[in-house]
């Protein structure tokens, strides 16, 4: 069942306005992710209270109507979102941990969410893995749906809000969503696991040179790829929280400091009030659940 017509069948949550016509599209256009008859993991749409939010939806696709309206719906009419993180890291892993992306875009949408969380153990457990495979997080829940992949839940969310996700521009989107996860979190997740997960281990150190290199030659074409422009695609988008939480993990070093146009792009980002409130959650929870004797 399509979002259009799961908001439309439960009288808990109603329509409120349809802002532009219905348009027909091909089918490389927008798809939902859950097909009719298929098992794969499906974001309904939203939650909580707050003010009318407007995304895009898609239509019935068995019904031969396949394509894009463009909705308002009232967000105490929809379903809770539950985004599932560590219950607490250390201070070097705060801020860094994946669902971080997940409540930043959740934000930008102006969804409503709560936070779950598990521990080492538990991340092991058979109930967990029932929720994610691999035992990782994060992992988010609305409805019945169970969505795991940090890439994949905030192209699901994208899907869903025009702010996230600009209007004809999605191939732009979707590329600069797969090269910071593909292209640009790979060596620079490596040089954070060097330096903070291995800090001090011989063979580490000698790692380190030719990792600081390869994180080098992606922030160099980073770099120049941003040059005059505010955010990757000009305007903001999922992207941008993908890319600027892909930077973040070597905030222990001065690495991106030494490139003025990646520097500024960060704390553009990061100066957005919906990414200072999705951190703010996730350090409010750290603290939260603290061990005794941290
Ligand atoms: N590709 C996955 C990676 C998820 C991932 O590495 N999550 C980390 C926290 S940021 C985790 O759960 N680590 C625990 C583990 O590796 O077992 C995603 O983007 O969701």
Request: aromatic fraction near 8%.
């Amino acid at each position: 069942m399509d979002a259009l017509i799961a908001i439309a069948s439960n009288p808990l949550q109603r329509t409120e306005e349809i802002v532009s016509p219905r348009t027909r599209r091909g089918c490389d256009q927008r798809v939902p992710l859950r097909e009719p008859n298929s098992i794969a993991p499906h974001l309904s749409l939203p939650p909580g209270d707050g003010p009318a939010a407007t995304f895009l939806t898609i239509t019935n696709q068995r019904a031969g109507t396949t394509g894009i309206d463009r909705v308002t719906v009232r967000r105490s009419e929809m379903e809770k979102i539950a985004v599932w993180g560590f219950s607490w890291v250390p201070p070097f892993a705060q801020g860094l941990v994946r669902d971080l992306r997940v409540r930043w875009a959740l934000e930008e949408a102006g969804l409503a969410y709560e936070s779950r969380w598990i521990d080492t153990e538990e991340r092991s457990s058979e109930a967990y893995r029932r929720k994610h495979p691999f035992g990782m997080v994060p992992v988010v829940e609305s409805g019945d749906d169970t969505l795991i992949e940090s890439g994949a839940i905030v192209h699901a969310i994208a899907e869903r809000c025009e702010a996230l996700m600009p209007a004809g521009r999605r191939a732009e989107t979707l590329t600069w969503m797969f090269t910071a996860l593909n292209t640009v979190e790979p060596p620079l997740w490596n040089l954070f696991v060097l330096d903070q997960l291995h800090a001090g281990e011989a063979w580490a150190k000698l790692r380190r040179a030719g990792a600081v290199e390869e994180a080098m030659a992606r922030l160099t074409a980073l770099s120049e790829c941003l040059d005059g422009r505010d955010y990757l695609l000009g305007r903001f988008s999922a992207a941008d929280v993908l890319m600027t939480t892909v930077l973040r993990f070597i905030r222990h070093t001065d690495l991106v400091a030494g490139f003025p146009t990646l520097d500024a792009y960060v704390k553009r980002c990061e100066a957005r009030p919906a990414f200072q409130a999705a951190l703010r959650g996730q350090i409010a929870d750290y603290a939260r659940n603290a061990p005794i004797a941290a």
